[in-house]
Antibody, heavy 123, light 107 residues
Framework: EVQLVESGGGVIRPGGSLRLSCAAS????????MSWVRQAPGKGLEWVSG????????GYADSVKGRFTISRDNAQNSLYLQMNSLRAEDTALYHC????????????????WGQGTTVTVSS | AIQLTQSPSSLSTSVGDRVTMTCRAS??????LAWYQQKPGKPPKLLIY???SLESGVPSRFTGSGSGTDFTLTITSLQPEDFATYYC?????????FGQGTRLEIK
């Protein structure tokens, strides 16, 4: 069974940093691209960042570019999101999601999602 | 960034109804579109990819169509478990973007 389990969320003051993790199981992790997608309370979905199978290519939404860094450790079957200079508007539930197909690209539909970890940025 | 506009924003429907919702892209995206269903407190679930391909395990009452800028998701014979919010997503152009959602409500 494919499983994605996020962790690392919490309450943080504006300007602070957090590192989110996503533990993957039930599939060959390094065959797939991965993404982070967030959802602010009561709002829609926003793609945040994606990374290809070997970490050689990554992309970011304009809203987080220069502040967030995506990475992965294929030996540990894990995906990460380093979030710096956090703002109130970064408050959201953060999901990790798998890019569909074993081509290793994140730039596709997302066929497996974790339950998410909540980030609250507040003073 | 490519904008996806979904309509209607919400729809009041009944079990057994046939429902069609649309997703319009601000620029052509070929068939690089997916549809998701999201229920409260749950992550999104992939229904349709490549505009019209049914994801494994998804009931055949869900159908996607379209290419270029105009796309539709049709649900034939609505079931109680289909009342949810539906999102479209494009992956043709950077960055990946989602529509704002269409919420299906019970009439």
């Amino acid at each position: 069974e494919v499983q994605l389990v996020e962790s690392g969320g919490g309450v943080i003051r504006p300007g602070g940093s957090l590192r989110l993790s996503c533990a993957a199981s039930g599939f060959t992790f390094d065959d797939y691209g991965m993404s982070w997608v967030r959802q602010a309370p009561g709002k829609g979905l926003e793609w945040v960042s994606g990374i290809n199978w070997n970490g050689g290519s990554a992309g970011y939404a304009d809203s987080v570019k220069g502040r967030f860094t995506i990475s992965r450790d294929n030996a540990q079957n894990s995906l990460y999101l380093q979030m710096n200079s956090l703002r109130a508007e970064d408050t959201a539930l953060y999901h990790c999601a798998r890019g569909k197909g074993a081509g290793g690209h994140y730039y596709y539909a997302m066929d497996a999602w974790g339950q998410g970890t909540t980030v609250t940025v507040s003073s | 960034a490519i904008q996806l506009t979904q309509s209607p924003s919400s729809l009041s429907t009944s079990v057994g109804d046939r429902v069609t919702m649309t997703c319009r892209a601000s620029l052509g995206i070929s068939s690089a579109l997916a549809w998701y269903q999201q229920k409260p407190g749950k992550p999104p679930k992939l229904l349709i990819y490549d505009a019209s391909s049914l994801e494994s395990g998804v009931p055949s009452r869900f159908t996607g169509s379209g290419s270029g800028t105009d796309f539709t998701l049709t649900i034939t014979s609505l079931q109680p478990e289909d009342f949810a919010t539906y999102y479209c997503q494009q992956f043709n152009s950077y960055p990946i973007t989602f529509g704002q959602g269409t919420r299906l409500e019970i009439k």
